[in-house]
C-alpha cells in the first residue's frame, strides 16, 4: 500500500541538517503501523509527503502502486481519495456544519469520479459516521460550537466517512482527558477492524501506541532507528530506541 525509497526533505534552516535523511519503507495492505518518535523529528512531515501533500526534495513514494510525484494533478487527488486523514489540528471546515464538514469526501470523491451521490445516501452514510463517533446528535452544530474531544471525533468521521483503504492518524489523541483517549482508541479500532484497512499512525502516547498497533517505526535524527514488532520495542539494540521507550531520551535531536 505504502512504498517510500531514500525520502529526504531538507530543513527550512539551511545551516541545520535535514529533517528527514533517507527515510525508506514499505507497507503491506491492512498492516497497522505506528509511527513515533521525538518532538520536531518530522513525523507528521513524513505523513505528509505520504499524502503528497509535501514534495521531498528526493526519493520515492507509492501508494497504492501510483508514484505520487510522477502523477498528474488529477491521478494524484484521485490517489488522495483513497486516503482517510485525521489531521493533528482536526482540520475542520469553520464555515461548514457538522454534517458538512463529515460530508465533504463523499462529495468530493463523487466529483472525483464523475459521479453523482444522491442525498439521502449521503445523510445516511454520514449519520452512520457520527453515531460511530457518539455525535449524530451534533449534526448541524458548528465546530466552534463543540468542546475539542467533539472537534476531534468529528475529524476522526470524516476521515473515515467514505471508507478509505488507507488511513492516517496524525496525533489522534493530543489534548484529550483519558476517558476521551480511551474511547477514540476504540473508535480506531473499530474503523480498522471494520473496514481492513491499511492504518498509520503517529502518536505522543507511546503506551497506548505500541498497544494499538502490531508494527512500530521510529524517526530520530532524520532516520527510521526502529522498525520491527511493537512488543519487542523496549528490547531493541538500539540504546536511543530503548531508552525513547522508557522516556530517558534527553538531547538535541
Request: include cysteine; hydrophobic fraction near 40%; proline fraction near 6%.
Amino acid at each position: 500500500m505504502i512504498a517510500l525509497g531514500g525520502i529526504r526533505k531538507l530543513h527550512l534552516d539551511p545551516t541545520k541538517p535535514p529533517v528527514l535523511d533517507g527515510i525508506s519503507l514499505k507497507i503491506a495492505q491492512g498492516e497497522t503501523c505506528g509511527l513515533c518518535g521525538p518532538g520536531a523529528s518530522g513525523k507528521s512531515l513524513l505523513l505528509k509527503i505520504i499524502c503528497g501533500l509535501v514534495r521531498p526534495e528526493s526519493g520515492t513514494v507509492e501508494v497504492a502502486g501510483a508514484d505520487l510525484f510522477d502523477s498528474t494533478a488529477d491521478e494524484l487527488r484521485k490517489v488522495q481519495s483513497q486516503i482517510g486523514y485525521l489531521f493533528q489540528n482536526n482540520a475542520l471546515f469553520d464555515s461548514m456544519t457538522v454534517f458538512e464538514n463529515v460530508a465533504f469526501p463523499l462529495r468530493q470523491r463523487a466529483r472525483l469520479q464523475h459521479e453523482s451521490i444522491e442525498e439521502a445516501a449521503l445523510a445516511e452514510r454520514v449519520g452512520e459516521a457520527l453515531r460511530g463517533v457518539g455525535l449524530a446528535t451534533h449534526i448541524e452544530k458548528m465546530p466552534s460550537q463543540l468542546s475539542g474531544g467533539q472537534r476531534k471525533r468529528v475529524a476522526l468521521a470524516r476521515a473515515v466517512v467514505a471508507r478509505p483503504p488507507l488511513l492516517i492518524y496524525d496525533e489522534p489523541t493530543a489534548g484529550l482527558d483519558p476517558v476521551t483517549t480511551a474511547k477514540v482508541y476504540d473508535l480506531l479500532a473499530a474503523e480498522r477492524e471494520l473496514m481492513q484497512s491499511t492504518t498509520l499512525i503517529v502518536s505522543s502516547d507511546l503506551d497506548a501506541l505500541r498497544r494499538f498497533a502490531s508494527r512500530m517505526l521510529m524517526i530520530y535524527r532524520g532516520t527510521l532507528c526502529y522498525d520491527g514488532p511493537a512488543a519487542e520495542m523496549a528490547d531493541s539494540p538500539n540504546p536511543v530506541v530503548r531508552q525513547f521507550v522508557r522516556g530517558e531520551l534527553e538531547g538535541p535531536l
